[in-house]
């Protein structure tokens, strides 16, 4: 069966947030799975991995608060503020039980997202990322963040492309031509930019610290079944900090891919198969 895709703008609170919403054709669109997205990133980065998905009726796919589409904010992009959002627009579609997959920034919202979620959340699934960092994961995580607020517009979307591909080259095609297409919007001056707020960096920062025991503490008290998924060729999560967030877990369980931290942009059907057999597992 084929997927239904909908880009709807929901309120929530002050912002609107702009949401991907995947109904699987065929169905009451009753299972259902929040995907979280990364910093710098935006909902339509899970498009490639919907094809593959199975199991499930309903995907929502929200652009962050300052990312995309979704409004900008003056009052804060806190891990809590990210996460009260998410919370805000399972209420406003009147979503109940609800499986969560977060990716980098959306893993560490969804560590805090996860127990304010209580009986609601059915699975949780963590893509490379965990509570903390090491100093030179976070230094070179600021460094990348650093780099895109400077980065320099664009006068077309082919040379956009081309530059897409030169930094990214192990994405899949179809990763890059969405980003050129759906990521980047026209400004005043003609030129191609990353729609985002650039604000959303400093949580790369010291700032990011601030949350750390959120997370933790969101992790011993999430009682679904959770996957720890860390990319082997990746900076941001190392093996020994992923076993830590196992042992956090009350079901929590562990498998490592060869892939780069960009994992469902380099590889979205493997994402796919690994996030379909967690699932499977737990019946």
């Not at 230094?139 to 530059?163: M, R």
């Not at 899949?172 to 990521?183: F, H, K, M, V, Y």
């Not at 959120?214 to 079944?225: E, F, H, N, V």
Request: some cysteine; proline content about 4%; charged content about 25%.
């Amino acid at each position: 069966m084929s997927w239904a895709l909908e880009e709807r703008r929901v309120r929530v609170g002050r912002l609107g947030l702009n949401v991907l919403d995947a109904r699987r054709e065929g169905t009451d669109g009753g299972r259902t799975l929040l995907m979280l997205h990364g910093m710098g990133a935006h909902g339509d980065a899970w498009r490639p991995v919907l094809r593959d998905l199975q199991g499930v009726d309903r995907v929502l796919c929200p652009d962050h608060r300052g990312h995309g589409r979704s409004d900008w904010s003056r009052d804060g992009y806190w891990l809590r503020d990210y996460a009260a959002d998410a919370r805000g627009l399972l209420d406003e579609l009147g979503i109940g039980e609800v499986g969560v997959v977060g990716h980098s920034l959306g893993a560490r919202v969804a560590m805090v997202l996860a127990p304010q979620l209580d009986g609601r959340l059915t699975s949780l699934a963590l893509l490379d990322t965990g509570p903390e960092v090491s100093r030179a994961a976070a230094q070179q995580a600021l460094a990348q963040g650093t780099a895109k607020q400077t980065t320099p517009g664009y006068g077309s979307e082919e040379k956009l492309t081309a530059a897409l591909r030169a930094e990214h080259p192990d994405f899949a095609d179809e990763q890059i031509d969405i980003r050129a297409r759906l990521l980047y919007r026209l400004n005043w001056a003609d030129k191609l930019v990353l729609r985002g707020d650039p604000e959303v960096y400093w949580l790369l920062g010291r700032a990011g610290l601030a949350e750390v025991d959120d997370m933790w503490a969101g992790l011993r008290a999430t009682k679904a079944p959770a996957l720890v998924l860390r990319a082997t060729k990746s900076f941001l999560l190392d093996a020994e900090l992923g076993g830590r967030m196992v042992e956090a877990l009350p079901q929590g369980r562990y498998t490592e891919l060869e892939l780069g931290h960009f994992m469902h942009y380099e590889d979205p059907a493997l994402i796919a198969r690994t996030l379909n057999a967690f699932r499977a597992d737990l019946g």
